[in-house]
């Protein structure tokens, strides 16, 4: 499916509202009014929900090639010529769950959202960034950080309003360190970032990140990514994902 690019009501105040608060102790009525929005978790899915492998929808042809090739460099950290590409396309198909999402937001988000692995030191991120209490790890808040970078470096030569720019960045930082989302449009991009792991290209490379063999990786995507996912269409394509990759895998002997 082709998503076409929204245009973005240009609301400098709204924007500048939010970093206002994000920049405080009190930091999350934006999540509060979203969890009031959305009190039903997971949250039920208004549209299609589409549980094939991945592989069969890939992300839409060419409409962000331009993005893409302003991140190659960004691309080859970490794993996210991989993760990024396969994100992308759960992000879309969860824009087909939920049609009243921005798509162009929750896209560009989940294709910039890790970009900032690149600008980080190497060497600290499976020390520090896969290991202990990762989410909570130095290198995880300069990855959000450096992330946002990316974004204000490319997007406005691509054509996005400030507006815009400032709303992705919104999203990108706090996206694995912030425990809640704070628009729907935040919460599909938390669940695009963990529904690549069950693939079986997600859990072929996660599971080396975390030093599990696949078996233990799959059971504790069972056990601790399924219940942190927000919306109803992502626990059912991760399920269904699940289920496959522990067939292929043959889980249940290799263990
Ligand atoms: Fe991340
Ligand atoms: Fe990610």
């Known amino acids: 499916m082709s998503t076409p690019k929204t245009p973005v009501a240009a609301d400098p105040a709204a924007g500048a509202e939010i970093r206002a608060v994000t920049d405080t102790e009190a930091a999350d009525a934006p999540a509060d009014a979203f969890a009031a929005e959305y009190s039903v978790r997971p949250i039920p ?27 190659v460099h ?21 824009c087909r769950a ?28 499976i020390s520090e960034g896969f290991a202990g209490d990762w989410r909570k790890a130095a290198i995880r808040y300069e990855h959000e950080l450096q992330g946002c970078n990316v974004a204000r470096r490319v997007l ?13 960045c919104e999203i990108i930082d706090g996206h694995d360190t912030r425990p ?5 449009e935040d919460a599909l991009m938390r669940d695009a970032d963990r529904l690549w792991r069950f693939d079986q290209a997600g859990i072929a490379l996660a599971s080396s990140w975390f030093a599990m063999d696949p078996a233990t990786y799959t059971d504790r995507l069972a056990t601790e990514i399924v219940p ?23 889980t249940g002997v290799i263990r």
């Open 228 to 250: 942190e996912l927000i919306t109803q269409a992502a626990v059912d394509m991760a399920t269904a994902d699940l289920n496959r990759s522990n067939a292929l895998l043959k």
């Open 156 to 168: 406005p030569g691509l054509g996005y309003s400030a507006a815009f720019v400032e709303r992705i």
């Open 180 to 184: 809640v989302a704070r628009s729907l």
């Open 98 to 125: 939920y049609p009243e999402a921005d798509a162009e937001m929750v896209r560009v988000a989940t294709l910039l959202h890790d970009t900032g692995w690149a600008h980080v030191d190497e060497s600290r991120i």
């Open 74 to 94: 960004e691309t080859r950290t970490r794993g996210n010529d991989i993760h990024l590409p396969i994100s992308l396309a759960f992000a879309e198909r969860l």
């Open 45 to 71: 899915a208004p549209g299609p929900v589409d549980t094939t492998p991945i592989s069969t929808t890939p992300a839409a042809v060419e409409e962000l090639d331009a993005l893409w090739k302003a991140v």
